[in-house]
């Protein structure tokens, strides 16, 4: 055997020594155990990520959900909004016919009542115009006390009669 053989030898010797040595020392078992506690770790930040991601699912569901029930209880609000306008709209315009039709109705009453007191006033000039062309003329008619009585007596029945 060579030089170099030998030496290569040793250097088997001693790995094997070596490896030996850790195993009786138990450096398997250290390198197990901080295998397993860090497998067990990274289990336990899986398990710990996958309970995020089923919370963060349930609060993305709960918002769509929420979401969606403001969206309806707007839809209706504008709805009922909608309807409201609409029934103030047409409450106004019953009003407004009805405060139309009354004053219409008021002012034909208005109507109605000046020509009745113009027809009247026309009746009173009248009867005063007849009065005096016919005391004018029953007096130029008639001259003295008994020209007077009819006279008189005419007025007064003239005048019963227009009034």
Same mark, same amino acid.
């Given at each position: 055997m060579n030089e170099s053989?030998?030496?290569?030898?040793?250097? #088997?010797? *001693?790995?094997?020594?070596?490896?030996?040595?850790?195993?009786? %020392?138990?450096?398997?078992?250290?390198?197990a155990s901080a295998l397993d506690a860090r497998g067990a770790r990274i289990a336990g930040e899986l398990e710990e990520a996958r309970r995020f991601k089923e919370e963060a699912q349930k609060l993305v569901a709960e918002f769509k959900r929420k979401q969606r029930e403001a969206e309806a209880e707007a839809e209706s609000i504008v709805t009922a #909004?909608? *309807?409201?306008?609409?029934?103030?709209?047409?409450?106004?315009? %019953?009003k407004l016919e009805d405060f139309v039709a009354r004053r219409t109705k008021m002012a034909e009453e208005?109507?109605?009542q000046a020509e009745k007191q113009a027809l009247e006033d026309v009746k009173a000039v009248a009867a005063d115009a007849a009065t005096r062309a016919?005391?004018?003329?029953?007096?130029?008619?008639?001259?003295?006390?008994?020209?007077?009585?009819?006279? *008189?007596?005419?007025i007064s029945e003239v005048n019963a009669k227009l009034n």
């Open positions: 053989s030998w030496a290569e030898l040793w250097v #088997a010797i *001693a790995f094997v020594v070596f490896v030996v040595t850790l195993l009786y %020392v138990g450096v398997h078992r250290a390198i #909004a909608k *309807a409201e306008a609409e029934r103030l709209a047409s409450e106004s315009k %019953v208005k109507i109605s016919a005391s004018t003329l029953l007096s130029n008619a008639t001259q003295g006390a008994v020209g007077d009585k009819l006279i *008189a007596s005419a």
